[in-house]
T-cell receptor, first 110, second 111 residues
Framework: EPEVTQTPSHQVTQMGQEVILRCVPI?????FYWYRQILGQKVEFLVS????????KSEIFDDQFSVERPDGSNFTLKIRSTKLEDSAMYFC????????FGSGTRLTVV | EDQVTQSPEALRLQEGESSSLNCSYT??????LFWYRQDPGKGPEFLFT???AGEEKEKERLKATLTKKESFLHITAPKPEDSATYLC????????????FGTGTRLQVFP
């Protein structure tokens, strides 16, 4: 069964450092998303991406966040200067129209 | 404001003891309602999508139903391996594809 692949599974970074989270969506899907889940809280939408541009973003997705599809298969989320409150599970998803999530990257900012 | 509320927050069942999880929603124009299963430290695993009131879908011991205001996930004769958090999410039109999630129901099934 097709799946969304995320790397790394766990990343520890120092506050103020840049991190890049990587995702390989399902190959024939056209819509891509990033969500996050702070420990013990609900899954929250960050951004959606279609046709090589952002189609929607939430209030959380401020100037320190960016997304990119550098080639035909990868989809990345960059956090420019990490803060302690960025610690969370980050999930990539793709849809067309079925909505499939990856297994997540646990980001720990210390 | 679009909102999803799940109840109960936690549910403990004996193996074989059937029950239902509730997801109530307020959204102006529902495009779809999604049920996911989430194991600790993992991503949401897709279970069902429901699109219109009256629709029902089944998979093994799970059955999802939808009305105009809520959805139920019925678990028949659960087994310990059904223990997980069950998430409900809605997708509304208005040119958005995002999902709005509830906080989930944490289910524990004891042998």
């Amino acid at each position: 069964e097709p799946e969304v692949t995320q790397t790394p599974s766990h990343q520890v970074t120092q506050m103020g450092q840049e991190v890049i989270l990587r995702c390989v969506p399902i190959s024939n899907h056209l819509y891509f998303y990033w969500y996050r889940q702070i420990l013990g809280q609900k899954v929250e939408f960050l951004v959606s991406f279609y046709n090589n541009e952002i189609s929607e973003k939430s209030e959380i997705f401020d100037d320190q966040f960016s997304v990119e599809r550098p080639d035909g298969s990868n989809f990345t989320l960059k956090i420019r200067s990490t803060k302690l409150e960025d610690s969370a599970m980050y999930f990539c998803a793709s849809s067309d129209p079925g909505y499939t999530f990856g297994s997540g990257t646990r980001l720990t900012v210390v | 404001e679009d909102q999803v509320t799940q109840s109960p927050e936690a549910l403990r069942l004996q193996e074989g003891e059937s029950s239902s999880l509730n997801c109530s929603y307020t959204v102006s124009g529902l495009r779809g309602l999604f049920w996911y299963r989430q194991d600790p430290g993992k991503g949401p695993e897709f279970l069902f999508t429901l699109y219109s009131a009256g629709e029902e879908k089944e998979k093994e011991r799970l059955k999802a139903t939808l009305t105009k205001k809520e959805s139920f996930l019925h678990i028949t004769a659960p087994k310990p391996e059904d223990s997980a958090t069950y998430l409900c999410a809605v997708q509304a039109p208005r040119n958005t594809d995002k999902l709005i999630f509830g906080t989930g129901t944490r289910l524990q099934v004891f042998p």
